[in-house]
């Protein structure tokens, strides 16, 4: 469970989030959605405690998040952002063992070894582990950091969550790389433990793969909840001035939206 | 935030130092060949290092030179003195390199480094000489010479040369009589960095001796050396200019020197009265002080009253 | 299952053995010969404390030290090298980057020029603490500037900047000290700025020892941090760094390494900008591993560096800043040329 409550963000004289406050549950795809400047990435940021200087309370397993050392928050919350590069040339592997730093001291154990292969695996990059990262593809790039990012929060911990940020990840992937992405997310949230939180940008991306919708327009929160209730005619009219076309699958539980 | 800036402050850094490598190198190359020297008196059983020029030069005139096994790379006078090893520059020293000519003494006159290297050789307590007298004007080089004499036993030649100076220089001081004028004289040693003159002042010791000379220095100033524009150069419009070898020789000929900026629109440009110094002539006193003198009297005054 | 760990123990067990042979051979070679009887006849000496002829306190006291010096001096450069490169993210930054050699060269220089004047006098130290001081002042002077006003925090960025901008201003320092200078004290500040071993003693020699040994121990625990920041300052905060701490650390490392090193020896460049490069180039970058590898082939480069200076001329010497700049510049530019980094 993640809980933000009352989230005001002011930068000068503009008000990029105004007492905000919505909560996350574990086991669903929670995406946050909203036109430009909604406050969307503000608040994924806020979130993620990348930006410290807001009103309101962060609270992850009830714990408040000013209460937590950086290296407490990195052991059950990694965030995976867009166009990731590396200063200098690493191996593959190395840089997927990054995701392990909060966990070890020096030398990594057996046990953040066996992470690193087995988020390789389930990503399958594998077999490009030796490779040098700087000369990947951008969409190989991503998966990557796709897995560094997992082998952080690899492994449950008993009676706590685990935290899955995600800051619009999918910009600049080929359609491709989307789906791929968002079909494994959802064989990841198979872990009932998981917390995962996103921001899309694609709002057809978010009506098909997601399972909550946190709805933002003007740093204000519209709607939260499923999606099916979020993801109305009239919230989608009034915040993207657009009239939607939707197709809603109860049965599979999807949503397609096509604007006029 | 991988912008180009710190090659630009790196190189920066570098075009700094490149003035002194630059240095460097022209020191090396001046003093190439002596680097490799043979050290030709391995059996002598007493074996002298002695790194200052004015000390070599007065060592040389002695004639007690023959226990004299290596040098600094800045003494130059006599000639012979160039086929002794060389211990390097005598701000740079290193402490294995001197005790490797296998010294009984080494002689110096405190103008020496780097300091740590003199504090190794008093903790080895290798034996080192440095004689009282600064030899910083005419009676105290004569003191020097007096006290050097008694040092190496030579006395006799001592008294004889001192006697030579005093000679000398009552001449030169009777010939001034025939150079009623005073031209105004500037010396520039080490040629130009960036058309920056490092120029002799009235207060060293090449000042001292063109004021014998019968001249005028154009440069005021306490320093001995002092790095000036051309501008000041061009202001202070001198009768003659002196050169001392290693700049004048770094350029081709007269002509390029009197197209110098600053040099250029000087009298002494005009009329021909630039010439060529020595430099072990100019920075320090020693036996040939008197006739050094009787020269630059010469020197100064020529194409006088064209 | 595969062992994902780093497969470079033979590389630095390798250069762990060529940095000893280095090491010996810079004890044995230089301007007087000294025979293997020598050296073991000085050491049995030392440990029974009997009396030792001129030899072997030649060997004892100047050439130990120094070639001590060589290894110690060249590990902490080379480390000092791989902090800033890792901090700054950029393979281009040398240690002096963020005004630590220049501010101590500017303190060397005000010794050399006001020492005789100044009251302040510590003997034999005051050289190496007027160049402590310098370089600890100048780099305290960048990380204050470099401070945001709002935030509290500093980037890379205004820190790389504010380096270039005290850089300048302490090396023209030292200019205008040379430029007042009488003429043999512009020649101290010259030959001081061009870095010599020939000084080392036994004092500055643990001195140097210790800080670098404590200061690599404690580099290498930063290592993971260090990795985690050459994907960005966010991204290394979401994997648990605490960027504040790190940077105030790495700089503090930095510092020592560079202020002592350079007290007691004069500025030495490119040691810090070759040896973390040309091991990047065989073993990729990996910070726990550029950090011991740096400190072995820094030892290994400034050692040879070393031996050159006092075997090419001597008996005279040549300033061993030249012999690394000469070395350095060729390797430094055939690597720019490399565009191994895309920068």
């Known amino acids: ?260 | 935030m991988l912008e180009p800036q710190p090659l630009a402050s790196f190189f920066k850094h570098y075009e700094m130092k490149k003035l002194s490598i630059v240095l460097l190198a022209s020191l090396i190359t001046m003093g190439c060949g002596r680097f490799s020297n043979k050290d030709e008196k391995q059996a002598n059983e007493q074996r002298i290092v002695c790194l200052a020029k004015q000390y070599n030069e007065i060592i040389f005139a002695l004639g007690a030179e023959e226990n004299l096994v290596a040098v600094d790379l800045s003494s130059t006078y006599p000639p012979e003195i160039k086929e002794l090893p060389t211990v390097g520059y005598h701000r740079a020293l290193s402490t294995e390199g001197i005790l490797s000519t296998k010294p009984t003494i080494i002689i110096h006159d405190n103008n020496v480094g780097p300091e740590q290297v003199m504090q190794q050789m008093e903790k080895l307590e290798i034996p080192m000489k440095v004689f009282d007298a600064p030899g910083n004007d005419i009676p105290s080089t004569k003191d020097l010479i007096t006290e050097m004499g008694a040092y190496f036993g030579k006395e006799e030649k001592a008294v004889a040369i001192n006697a030579k100076i005093d000679k000398e220089m009552a001449l030169a001081m009777e010939n001034l009589k025939d150079y009623p004028s005073r031209p105004k004289v500037v010396i520039i040693h080490y040629g130009r960095a960036s058309n920056i003159y490092l120029t002799m002042t009235s207060g060293s010791n090449a000042g001292k001796m063109i004021e014998w000379a019968g001249g005028e220095m154009a440069i005021d100033g306490e320093r001995g050396m002092m790095q000036l524009s051309a501008e000041i150069i061009a202001k202070s419009n001198p009768d003659v200019i002196l050169l001392t070898d290693f700049g004048y020789d770094r350029l081709n000929g007269m002509q390029e020197v009197k197209n110098l900026p600053g040099v250029s629109t000087t009298k002494a440009a005009q009329n021909n009265r630039i010439f060529r110094v020595e430099e072990h002539d100019m920075v320090y006193f020693g036996p040939r002080t008197g006739e050094i003198v009787m020269n630059l009297q010469e020197l100064i005054h020529k194409n006088e009253g064209l | 299952m595969k062992a994902f760990n780093n497969q470079n123990k033979a590389w630095l067990m390798t250069m762990l053995v060529l940095m000893v042979v280095t090491f010996v051979f810079s004890m044995k070679l230089g301007a007087i010969t000294i025979t293997w009887e020598e050296i073991q006849s000085t050491l049995s000496k030392w440990m029974s404390g009997q009396e030792m002829n001129l030899q072997e306190r030649i060997f004892f006291q100047i050439r130990l030290p120094r070639a001590l010096a060589g290894v110690f001096v060249g590990a902490s450069l080379a480390v000092a090298g791989v902090l800033m490169q890792a901090l700054f993210r950029n393979p281009i930054v040398e240690p002096g980057l963020i005004g630590t050699s220049s501010g101590a060269a500017f303190g060397a220089s005000l010794y050399f020029v006001l020492g005789a004047v100044m009251e302040f006098n510590a003997g034999e130290w005051t050289l190496p603490l007027a160049a402590c001081l310098g370089g600890t002042l100048s780099t305290v002077l960048v990380f204050l500037l470099a401070q945001n006003r709002s935030s509290g925090k500093s980037s890379v960025v205004a820190l790389l900047l504010t380096g270039i901008a005290i850089n300048a201003l302490f090396l023209s320092g030292v200019g205008l000290l040379s430029y007042l200078a009488r003429d043999p004290q512009a020649r101290s500040i010259i030959f001081w700025n061009l870095g010599t071993l020939s000084g080392a003693n036994w004092i500055s020699i643990s001195i140097i020892g210790a800080i670098t040994l404590i200061c690599l121990l404690v580099a290498l625990r930063y290592a993971k941090p260090l990795n985690a920041l050459m994907m960005g300052e966010d991204e290394a905060v979401f994997l648990g760094v605490n960027l504040k701490k790190l940077q105030i650390i790495i700089i503090a490392l930095n510092v020592l390494l560079v202020a002592v090193a350079t007290a007691f020896v004069g500025v030495i460049s490119f040691v810090g900008l070759v040896v973390p490069h040309l091991l990047r180039l065989m073993k990729g970058s990996d910070n726990r591993f550029l950090l011991l590898g740096s400190a072995l082939l820094g030892a290994i480069m400034l050692s040879l560096s070393d031996l050159a200076s006092r075997l090419l001329l001597a008996p005279a010497e040549l300033p061993i800043g030249i012999v690394t700049s000469l070395v350095g510049v060729p390797v430094f530019i055939a690597l720019l040329r490399k565009k191994q980094y895309f920068f």
């Open chain 1, 1 to 260: 469970m993640l809980e933000a409550k009352n989230i005001t963000v002011r930068i000068g004289q503009k008000t990029l989030l105004d007492n905000v406050s919505v909560s996350f549950e574990p086991g669903k795809l929670n995406l946050i959605i909203g036109p430009n400047g909604a406050g969307k990435s503000t608040l994924i940021k806020v979130i993620s405690q990348q930006l410290r200087k807001h009103e309101g309370e962060v609270f992850y397993n009830s714990e408040n998040v000013h209460s937590l050392s950086e290296r407490k928050m990195a052991q059950m919350r990694a965030v995976l952002s867009q166009n990731i590069d590396l200063a200098f040339p690493l191996k593959v592997w190395e840089v997927v063992m990054m995701g392990r730093y909060p966990h070890f001291v020096e030398t990594p154990r057996q046990i953040d070894q066996q992470a690193v292969e087995e988020a390789m695996e389930f990503f399958n990059i594998i077999e490009m582990a030796e490779r040098n990262y700087l000369t990947l593809s951008g969409g190989e790039k991503q998966r990557v950091h796709f897995a560094r990012v997992l082998t952080q929060i690899w492994y449950p911990k008993e009676g706590h969550n685990r935290f899955l940020l995600l800051d619009e990840p999918l910009t600049f992937l080929d359609v491709k790389y989307q789906f791929q992405f968002m079909h494994k997310l959802q064989e990841l949230l198979e872990n009932k433990d998981l917390v995962v939180i996103g921001v899309v940008h694609d709002l057809n991306l978010a009506a098909r793969f997601g399972d909550m919708i946190c709805l933002l327009d003007k740093g204000q929160l519209l709607a939260s909840g499923p999606k099916l209730e979020v993801l109305s005619e009239d919230n989608i009219r009034s915040v993207f001035q657009l009239e939607p076309i939707l197709y809603r699958n109860r049965v599979k539980d999807t949503v397609h939206l096509f604007f006029e």
